[in-house]
């Protein structure tokens, strides 16, 4: 049985990271360590959590502010497992996800990230409607979130998690590294993470910002220019196809704005609107 490193950032999740750590310690797998990497917090029951962790199989290291990606390379650079597993410290994880993920890795020496669906929690519920795992998806997009078990060595072969992004998908960037190192990334067809949705997060400032997104992916590109090469005729077509769906869409929002605005020029709609407005 291969050890698993669960590498787990942490900034001020006091809050949370009881239940992050409780679904690592409740793992069916029994042969995991956790390395929890305290990123500079200054929040007194956070310091206090991690201060009162008696646990032998977790060991506690402290960065100062080298945000989620470089917390992540500090602890997998500590880390003594043949396979890694990130699990931020306000997510949780199924107890049968390590042992799932572990028996189909080692099912196929091609296979070099398992991941597997996904529920929400906290500010909504529900499953994570991602789209299915495929290549043609991931030329794209990302489809694949950071907790997934991937082998330590690829990690060592890529440098690390780029921590020069300049507002996150860090994540997404390495998986286009192990890709382009010739693995294969497989989606166990169960829900077995748990995302919690936060008010406010990295991820819901990335997407109202559509100037930052560009950026974003032109320096996706910009890194993995060979890999883009490669598959350049693949890539051509899900762009296409991307294209003509968006396409289509406008024209039936469109169609439909049209049709609202002949509605509310009714006279009947109009007057009820006007009295409406009068109160």
Partial sequence: MELVSVIMPCYNDGM??????????????????????????D????????????????????TEHLRPAGARNYGISHAKGKYILPV????????????????????DDKIGVVYCEADLFGEKSGKWDLPAYSFDKMLLDNVVFVTALFYKEDWEKLGGFNTNMKAGMEDYDFWLGILGLGREIVQIPEILFHYRIKPVSRTTGFQSDCTQMQEVYRQMYDN?????????????????????????????????????????????VGSILKRMIQK
């Fill in 88 to 107: 931020d410290s306000d997510d949780k994880i199924d107890p049968t996800y390590m042992e799932k993920a572990v028996q189909r890795i080692e099912s």
């Fill in 224 to 268: 993995h220019k060979e890999f883009y090469d490669k598959y350049k005729e693949e890539y051509a077509k899900v762009l296409r196809d991307a294209l003509i769906e968006q396409i289509a869409i406008r024209m039936k929002y469109e169609k439909t704005f049209e049709k609202i605005k002949k509605y509310y020029k009714m006279p009947i």
């Fill in 16 to 41: 949370y990271i009881k239940e992050a750590i409780a679904s690592v310690q409740a793992q069916t797998y029994t042969n995991w360590e956790l390395i929890i990497i305290d990123d500079g917090s």
């Fill in 43 to 62: 929040d007194e029951e956070t310091v206090g959590i991690i201060e009162s962790i008696k646990d032998e199989r977790i060991a506690v290291l402290h």
